[in-house]
Nanobody, 121 residues
């Protein structure tokens, strides 16, 4: 069984910073891309950033200006550093990991349960 668990959400004032963490655990042979998505009320889920095992990163539109993604391959973790936060960043942030459970298994996407980030004064 595979689990993907996020942590680090909460309430922050405009202009503040927050760091989200995500860990994949369980029966894992290999973790390929890991990433963060977010969904605000009434809006579609959107890409924040993804990172490959080799460190290559892909950011969503305008995300790279204030957000930074990093990962620790040996620990199967991915972090998202968010700076200069704005009220528009308020959303549920989801972690997704592409995981192969055993040799010759087909890679599948696993989502975390999401963590709420609220930017408000």
């Amino acid at each position: 069984q595979v689990q993907v668990v996020e942590s680090g959400g909460g309430l922050v004032q405009p202009g503040g910073s927050l760091r989200l963490s995500c860990a994949a655990s369980g029966s894992i042979f290999m973790v390929d891309r890991m990433g963060w998505y977010r969904q605000a009320p009434g809006k579609q889920r959107e890409l924040v950033a993804i990172i490959m095992p080799n460190g290559r990163m892909i950011y969503g539109d305008s995300m790279e200006e204030r957000f930074s993604i990093s990962r620790h391959n040996a620990k199967n973790t991915v972090d998202l550093q968010m700076n200069s936060l704005k009220p528009d960043d308020t959303a549920v942030y989801y972690c997704k990991a592409q995981i192969t459970r055993y040799l010759f298994d087909e890679a599948q996407d696993y989502w975390g349960q999401g963590t709420q980030v609220t930017v408000s004064s």
